[in-house]
């Protein structure tokens, strides 16, 4: 299950349980309905709820990363997980955006709200 914020400075999204298919592709339609591909936009992960995903999201994920790689401004994500942060780091390199890993929701808002 997902939830999806947006506010004037970053779309949030909220990952509760096992992340799959179906809620990553409804996060991708709502950027596409709301047409937030143009670089000025930021993007807020929290993962710490996030119980799992299954594999055709992470095959999702890096078409979607190979896609909008250039079309956000920053990406946050907030995990506990070792894995996903290193999977984040790696990230770096196929992504314009700046991209920076965090343990608590507060403190990726805080960066994200900061003007460049």
């Known amino acids: 299950m997902i939830t999806i ?4 400075q970053y779309v ?3 990952v509760i349980g096992e992340f799959t298919l179906a ?6 339609e709502y950027l596409i309905a709301n047409d937030l ?7 807020l992960f929290d993962l710490t709820e996030m119980a ?6 992470a095959v999702e994920e ?7 790689g250039g079309d956000f401004k920053k990406i946050a994500i907030v995990t506990d997980s070792q894995w996903l942060a ?8 196929f992504i314009a955006a700046e991209l920076r890993v965090f343990d608590d929701v507060a403190e990726a808002r805080a960066w994200l709200a900061e003007e460049a």
């Open 86 to 93: 290193w999977s984040a780091w790696l990230e770096k390199a």
């Open 12 to 14: 949030s999204l909220a």
């Open 62 to 68: 890096i078409k979607f990363t190979r896609l909008h």
């Open 37 to 43: 591909f143009d670089g000025s936009h930021s993007l």
């Open 5 to 8: 914020d947006h506010n004037p």
């Open 52 to 57: 799992g995903f299954t594999v055709d999201v």
């Open 23 to 28: 809620d990553f592709t409804e996060f991708e």
